[in-house]
T-cell receptor
Framework: SQQGEEDPQALSIQEGENATMNCSYK?????LQWYRQNSGRGLVHLIL?????REKHSGRLRVTLDTSKKSSSLLITASRAADTASYFC?????????????FGSGTRLQVQP | EAGVTQSPTHLIKTRGQQATLRCSPI?????VYWYQQALGLGLQFLLW?????ERNRGNFPPRFSGRQFPNYSSELNVNALELEDSALYLC????WGTGAYEQYFGPGTRLTVT
């Protein structure tokens, strides 16, 4: 089963609006990464947030991490049609040395022009 | 800087055959990871190679195997193909950057087993 679970499963917004996606996970982590996938193609790395960080920004992206609630959120501001994609969170479990990312089921974002 | 590359883009095989998928990591990256994205099952970790050695494998049968070459490229072999092996196979590479291993993915190989 997937450790990370994204919420919502699907999101449809208008261009210019903000999009917020949430991710929950079950075990302690070293870090959490967010990825974008367009139409079943490769994953594009968006941002990594470490377990000792609470918030991180990259361009129009803002990621928060609450380790006490084992949750993270990805905010895309001023969305564009090109942001239409599936978004996944992936966790790297703490202290296992396994380096195997565990992915959530993803949020499908549709940005209407 | 070139990203992770994978070949072939598409691969069609029949049940029982063997498939070989290839991956070249980002220059300077020594770790290569393989993931399977099957319809309805999501992204699942398959294998991790570092410095030519298999370091970790996911919950997949032994007919999924691979290797890493001295130039850090890697290949994934799937023997005795089954219909449920049809999936997008993604390769990623990483290096130690800013205190964490960010994994960068290639475009994937779509394997179809008929």
């Amino acid at each position: 089963s997937q450790q990370g679970e994204e919420d919502p499963q699907a999101l449809s917004i208008q261009e210019g609006e903000n999009a917020t996606m949430n991710c929950s996970y079950k075990t302690s982590i070293n870090n959490l990464q967010w990825y974008r996938q367009n139409s079943g193609r490769g994953l594009v790395h968006l941002i990594l947030i470490r377990s000792n960080e609470r918030e991180k920004h990259s361009g129009r992206l803002r990621v928060t991490l609450d380790t006490s609630k084992k949750s993270s959120s990805l905010l895309i501001t001023a969305s564009r049609a090109a942001d239409t994609a599936s978004y996944f969170c992936a966790t790297d479990a703490r202290d296992t040395g396994r380096r195997a990312l565990t992915f959530g089921s993803g949020t499908r974002l549709q940005v209407q022009p | 800087e070139a990203g992770v590359t994978q070949s072939p883009t598409h691969l069609i095989k029949t049940r029982g055959q063997q498939a070989t998928l290839r991956c070249s990591p980002i220059s300077g990256h020594t770790s290569v990871y393989w993931y399977q994205q099957a319809l309805g099952l999501g992204l699942q970790f398959l294998l991790w190679y570092d410095e030519g050695e298999e370091r970790n494998r996911g919950n997949f049968p032994p007919r999924f195997s691979g290797r890493q070459f001295p130039n850090y490229s890697s290949e994934l072999n799937v023997n005795a193909l089954e219909l449920e092996d049809s999936a997008l196979y993604l390769c990623a590479s990483s290096s130690w950057g800013t205190g964490a291993y960010e994994q960068y993915f290639g475009p994937g190989t779509r394997l179809t087993v008929t």
